[in-house]
């Protein structure tokens, strides 16, 4: 395995030290982009490669950069190629104090440590620096470090596709063992509704308010019911849901006095499938629940809750097939490195999502994360190596 790439080990796991010490949850990743640019410039990569896009400016959430892009040129010919993580980490990791214990990179225990994806940012530069270092062959390649991943996929939505250069596939880093290659992932539908009752005296007239909370409460049963909740499974279609926010909007909460007829509702729900119409086909079973429930709680008059039900797709899902050039050629990296192939099919999102709607086939390769978004969270050196190797091998291996 060694004798395939010229990796050096110990500046490799400098680099994923460095860049867990830097903090950039998502929406502020100035810092380690500016952290990630200094390592490239300094491993030998031109300033004039290093740019940024204005992503940010079509993220709906306020957000300090673009997402980070670097364009080696190649020193063969050959069709471009795209290697993509995110920069940014989820609000645990905000403060991490990266130390080393054994084969791991652990935190102090009281934040989650970022390997998700730091170990994504510190194998690209790994990738860099060694192609430059040991003057290896590669084809034109693209960097892609993506802003508000963790918050939304925004980043690589929001990504101009004319950015990346042409890339004919994609190499993304976002997983845990180098062997595993995620060649697909579910797409997800959000929903969510507004239920506005009326208020009157609970004690005194209860009969003349319109519980928002009562209205929440029976659509919710009759979804699940109905088969709507949790793990779906229908002759037309596979799935997922849940029910996220049940209460106010903001911090307020869905009514504030136990002798008040609860007025006003917010819940917030997703749903998640292989196929994009069965994720709305799933959000549409929500909906047509809360209409039951509507009709179901009267007021002494007859009156009804208003209700607003809406529902968007948030991230569209893909699946490569095993044949497929991008996976075709992990599989026979893998295979170089002595590695057995694992295919999986992911049940979250992921920017290969995106990169895949974008006309890139991408897959999604593993580096040493474990037990993510969690304070237990750790990286495996030992997967890190591996995927470090991986990456280099794919970045330079002949068609």
């Given at each position: 395995?060694?004798?395939?790439?010229?990796?050096?080990?110990?500046?490799?796991?400098?680099?994923?030290?460095?860049?867990?010490?830097?903090?950039?949850?998502?929406?502020?990743?100035?810092?380690?982009?500016?952290?990630?640019?200094?390592?490239?410039?300094?491993?030998?990569?031109?300033?004039?490669?290093?740019?940024?896009?204005?992503?940010?400016?079509?993220?709906?959430?306020?957000?300090?950069?673009?997402?980070?892009?670097?364009?080696?040129?190649?020193?063969?010919?050959?069709?471009?190629?795209?290697f993509s993580t995110?920069?940014?980490?989820?609000?645990?990791?905000?403060?991490?104090?990266?130390?080393?214990?054994?084969?791991?990179?652990?935190?102090?225990?009281?934040?989650?440590?970022?390997?998700?994806?730091?170990?994504?940012?510190?194998?690209?530069v790994v990738v860099?620096?060694?192609?430059?270092?040991?003057?290896?062959?590669?084809?034109?390649?693209?960097?892609?470090?993506?802003?508000?991943?963790?918050?939304?996929?925004?980043?690589?939505?929001?990504?101009?596709?004319?950015?990346?250069?042409?890339?004919?596939?994609?190499?993304?880093?976002?997983?845990?063992?180098?062997?595993?290659?995620?060649?697909?992932?579910?797409?997800?539908?959000?929903?969510?509704?507004?239920?506005?009752?009326?208020?009157?005296?609970?004690?005194?007239?209860?009969?003349?308010?319109?519980?928002?909370?009562?209205?929440?409460?029976?659509?919710?049963?009759?979804?699940?019911?109905?088969?709507?909740?949790?793990?779906?499974?229908?002759?037309?279609?596979?799935?997922?849901?849940?029910?996220?926010?049940?209460?106010?909007?903001?911090d307020k909460a869905?009514?504030?006095?136990?002798?008040?007829?609860?007025?006003?509702?917010?819940?917030?729900?997703?749903?998640?499938?292989?196929?994009?119409?069965?994720?709305?086909?799933?959000?549409?079973?929500?909906?047509?629940?809360?209409?039951?429930?509507?009709?179901?709680?009267?007021?002494?008059?007859?009156?009804?809750?208003?209700?607003?039900?809406?529902?968007?797709?948030?991230?569209?899902?893909?699946?490569?097939?095993?044949?497929?050039?991008?996976?075709?050629?992990?599989?026979?990296?893998?295979?170089?490195?002595?590695?057995?192939?694992?295919?999986?099919?992911?049940?979250?999102?992921?920017?290969?999502?995106?990169?895949?709607?974008?006309?890139?086939?991408?897959?999604?390769?593993?580096?040493?994360?474990?037990?993510?978004?969690?304070?237990?969270?750790?990286?495996?050196?030992?997967?890190?190596?591996?995927?470090?190797?991986?990456?280099?091998?794919?970045?330079?291996?002949?068609?």
């Amino acid at each position: 395995m060694t004798d395939l790439v010229p990796l050096d080990i110990a500046g490799a796991e400098e680099h994923l030290m460095r860049f867990l010490s830097v903090e950039g949850v998502t929406g502020y990743e100035a810092n380690i982009a500016a952290a990630v640019s200094d390592a490239l410039k300094a491993a030998g990569v031109p300033a004039s490669a290093i740019r940024f896009d204005d992503a940010n400016t079509r993220i709906p959430l306020p957000t300090e950069t673009g997402n980070l892009i670097v364009d080696l040129p190649g020193t063969r010919s050959g069709p471009r190629l795209l290697f993509s993580t995110h920069l940014d980490t989820v609000p645990l990791c905000a403060g991490a104090k990266p130390r080393r214990e054994g084969d791991r990179i652990v935190s102090d225990g009281t934040t989650a440590l970022g390997g998700d994806a730091r170990t994504g940012v510190a194998l690209l530069v790994v990738v860099a620096e060694t192609l430059i270092k040991h003057k290896l062959p590669h084809p034109p390649i693209t960097l892609l470090f993506t802003v508000r991943e963790e918050s939304g996929l925004h980043g690589a939505r929001e990504l101009n596709p004319a950015e990346l250069g042409g890339p004919v596939m994609c190499v993304n880093v976002d997983g845990q063992l180098a062997s595993e290659l995620i060649i697909g992932a579910v797409g997800q539908e959000n929903w969510e509704v507004e239920i506005k009752g009326r208020a009157s005296h609970a004690g005194v007239a209860p009969e003349k308010g319109i519980s928002a909370t009562m209205v929440g409460a029976i659509a919710l049963t009759e979804a699940r019911q109905a088969g709507w909740f949790g793990k779906v499974v229908k002759p037309d279609g596979r799935g997922t849901s849940n029910v996220g926010i049940f209460g106010g909007k903001g911090d307020k909460a869905a009514g504030d006095a136990t002798n008040v007829v609860t007025d006003y509702v917010f819940i917030k729900g997703e749903a998640r499938s292989p196929e994009s119409a069965f994720a709305a086909k799933i959000a549409n079973g929500y909906k047509q629940a809360f209409a039951k429930a509507q009709g179901e709680v009267r007021d002494h008059e007859g009156g009804t809750a208003e209700l607003t039900f809406s529902h968007k797709a948030a991230y569209p899902p893909f699946e490569l097939s095993k044949n497929s050039p991008v996976v075709k050629r992990a599989a026979k990296a893998l295979t170089m490195l002595g590695i057995e192939p694992v295919y999986l099919f992911s049940n979250g999102g992921l920017d290969a999502n995106w990169l895949d709607k974008h006309g890139v086939p991408t897959i999604t390769i593993g580096a040493g994360q474990a037990e993510i978004h969690t304070i237990k969270e750790y990286v495996n050196l030992a997967e890190y190596e591996k995927g470090c190797r991986l990456g280099v091998l794919m970045a330079t291996m002949e068609e």
